[in-house]
């Protein structure tokens, strides 16, 4: 059974940073993209970034280039997204999910509150 | 970038009606879209794939068509646990993808 675990998140003050961790079991990771997506409270889904399997193409939405950082370790069936420099906007749930072979994202973990907040 | 335009953005419907909700690409994206559903305090679960295909598991009463710029997801006779907001998604510029805004779907 595919398994997606996020974890890593809470309450961090703006201009702050934060890790976020998905842990991937039930399926071969390092065969497979990638993905985080976020929602806002209330708000629709935002798809935030991919990673290839090997780590070796990454891609973002404009609104977090050059904060947020998406990484993996297919050693450890882990992804990761580093966000630093948070602002009041990044307040959301953050989804991991799976890129099928169809490039639809098939599976997806469960959520982790990030609440960017003084 | 490629937008996509969902609507309506809510509607209600009483339990049997017949449910339509519409996708508009900025641009042309072939049959590349997904629908998704989603419940308060859940993940998403898929729904349709390429544009058309059935998930799965996902009943019958749920249906996908179109192709290019314009999209419907329709459910054939609502029911009570349909109630829950639906998204479309868009993968033809992979790696980059676009949800729609998500439409609502409320008991009347």
């Known amino acids: 059974e595919v398994q997606l675990v996020e974890s890593g998140g809470g309450l961090v003050q703006p201009g702050g940073s934060l890790r976020l961790s998905c842990a991937a079991s039930g399926f071969t990771f390092s065969s497979y993209w990638m993905s985080w997506v976020r929602q806002a409270p209330g708000k629709g889904l935002e798809w935030v970034a991919n990673i290839k399997q090997d780590g070796s193409e990454k891609y973002y939405v404009d609104s977090v280039k050059g904060r947020f950082t998406i990484s993996r370790d297919n050693a450890k069936n882990s992804l990761y997204l580093q966000m630093n420099s948070l602002r009041a906007e990044d307040t959301a749930v953050y989804y991991c999910a799976r890129v099928s072979i169809g490039l639809h994202l098939d599976y997806w973990g469960q959520g982790t509150l990030v609440t960017v907040s003084s | 970038d490629i937008q996509m335009t969902q609507s309506p953005s809510s509607l209600s419907a009483s339990v049997g009606d017949r449910v339509t909700i519409t996708c508009r690409a900025s641009q042309g994206i072939r049959n590349d879209l997904g629908w998704y559903q989603q419940k308060p305090g859940k993940a998403p679960k898929r729904l349709i794939y390429?544009?058309?295909s059935l998930q799965s598991g996902v009943p019958s009463r749920f249906s996908g068509s179109g192709s290019g710029t314009e999209f419907t997801l329709t459910i054939s006779s609502l029911q009570p646990e349909d109630f829950a907001t639906y998204y479309c998604l868009q993968h033809n510029s992979y790696p980059l993808l676009t949800f729609g805004g998500g439409t609502k779907v409320e008991i009347k």
């Open positions: 390429a544009a058309s």
